[in-house]
């Protein structure tokens, strides 16, 4: 059978209450019905009481029993506490209770489990919608009122402290039941909203995200077709002419050669000033600490991770290409992070280590097997070009649901200018 979706705490609440029902019958029962002059015998009645409690314990307890009867579990978790609180009341009256204090008893008994209607309408309430709610307290009232009717006589002086105490507890108990299945309602719709919302923002933020990534590579695109694109077609023109007039016009040929020396000179100028505005902009604006701490803060929000975050301030004296090196090596380690881990919480670490400069990021998700991708996996590859550019060591730990973790250590001879 098909099981129903329970709302968050509400089988852990019922287990508990379970436990608590059948020690209070143990303990304070008894210790109460001295109090009241009742004596409630430790035999048969006793365990006849306990019968409903200790099956509910097992019932909440066992899986077995929540995946056998699916949708109906919790109906039939509340139909089992209420039978058990109305018969355990009736009989007391019927059994336990001497016929010239049943009167008395009855509005005590009322007042007793004025406290337990209020847990299982709210249990309810947990799970059900108002109209749920209302039948529920509408259907035990009127059966502790039919219950009870045999106990007291119309004329009894008590006759009418019992029909107040019963309107009352009525009232209570469908008032507060309803204001906090209403909470529980309001509570939802946000809880979905807020899931809409957040959604959403991922969507639009990848979108922002592979739109700037469009961008940068059309801005790369014209930056290589206006230099070294030009810069080339230019100088193949001009060796095509050389290779033209060399046996005819050796003169004129070593003046073109000349041209497209100096031709090629300028297209490489333009070219590592293209590569050189291509650096990253976050490290000319913020420097290294800010820059990687404002990544890794704006990849924790976006994939809603929990973040610890432990970036040392004062770096100074760094290679420009250490430093967009290991800014790198964390934007390509966080993007996997947002875009495969699935996981909970992230890890950024920037410190002196061992006489050199240490990068670590790493995540609770799912993980892969290294071995798996044999080194040839694009953005490994990439990271560890990176990292032996400028002499760095970079080591990739993981585990299937495991996380991972990505160290970048570079030493400190290769770190300072």
């Not at 694109?229 to 004129?252: D, I, P, R, T």
């Not at 293209?274 to 803060?297: H, I, K, M």
């Not at 002196?352 to 995540?363: N, Y």
């Not at 160290?407 to 290769?414: K, S």
């Amino acid at each position: 059978m098909k099981q129903t979706m329970l709302e968050p705490g509400l089988l852990r609440l019922m287990r508990v209450l379970s436990i608590l029902h059948v020690a209070a019958i143990l303990i304070v029962r008894r210790s109460l019905g001295a109090r009241l002059g009742i004596e409630v015998p430790a035999g048969g009645t006793l365990l006849l009481s306990l019968a409903i409690p200790v099956f509910l314990v097992l019932f909440t307890w066992i899986p077995w029993w929540r995946q056998k009867v699916g949708r109906i579990f919790v109906p039939i978790t509340l139909a089992l506490v209420s039978i058990d609180v109305l018969s355990d009341k009736y009989l007391t009256l019927l059994w336990l209770v001497p016929p010239d204090q049943q009167e008395l008893e009855l509005v005590m008994l009322m007042v007793r489990i004025w406290f337990t209607f209020h847990i299982i309408t709210l249990l309810v309430a947990w799970q059900y919608s108002r109209v749920w709610i209302f039948l529920t307290t509408m259907i035990l009232s009127i059966a502790d009122l039919v219950l009870s009717l045999p106990f007291i006589r119309s004329d009894s002086p008590l006759y009418q402290l019992f029909l107040f105490l019963f309107a009352v507890r009525t009232q209570t108990v469908t008032i507060i039941a309803l204001g906090v299945g209403w909470l529980l309602t309001r509570q939802r719709e946000q809880n979905a909203a807020l899931a809409v919302a957040n959604r959403r923002l991922a969507q639009s933020a990848s979108t922002m995200e592979q739109l700037a990534a469009s961008q940068e590579r059309n801005r790369l695109a014209r930056e290589l077709h206006d230099t070294l694109a030009h810069s080339l077609s230019g100088v193949s023109v001009q060796l095509e002419a050389v290779q033209a007039l060399w046996e005819v016009n050796a003169k004129g040929a070593r003046q073109m050669l000349d041209q497209s020396l100096q031709s090629t000179r300028s297209g490489l100028t333009e070219v590592r000033r293209a590569l050189q505005s291509l650096r990253a902009s976050p490290l000319e604006d913020l420097g290294l600490t800010l820059a990687v701490s404002d990544l890794a803060e704006s990849v924790a929000a976006r994939a809603n991770l929990k973040l610890d975050l432990e970036v040392e301030n004062h770096w100074e004296n760094i290679r420009p290409e250490v430093e967009q090196c290991i800014y790198r090596v964390a934007q390509e380690a966080l993007t996997n992070i947002a875009r495969h881990a699935d996981a909970k919480s992230l890890r950024v670490a920037l410190m002196h280590e061992s006489g050199g400069l240490m990068l670590i990021v790493s995540d609770d998700g799912c993980g892969f097997d290294p071995a798996a991708v044999n080194g040839a996996h694009y953005g490994l590859k990439g990271l560890r070009e990176r990292a032996e550019m400028v002499g760095a060591a970079l080591r990739v730990e993981s585990e299937l649901q495991q996380g991972t973790t990505v160290r970048l250590i570079v030493p400190m001879a290769e770190v300072e200018k």
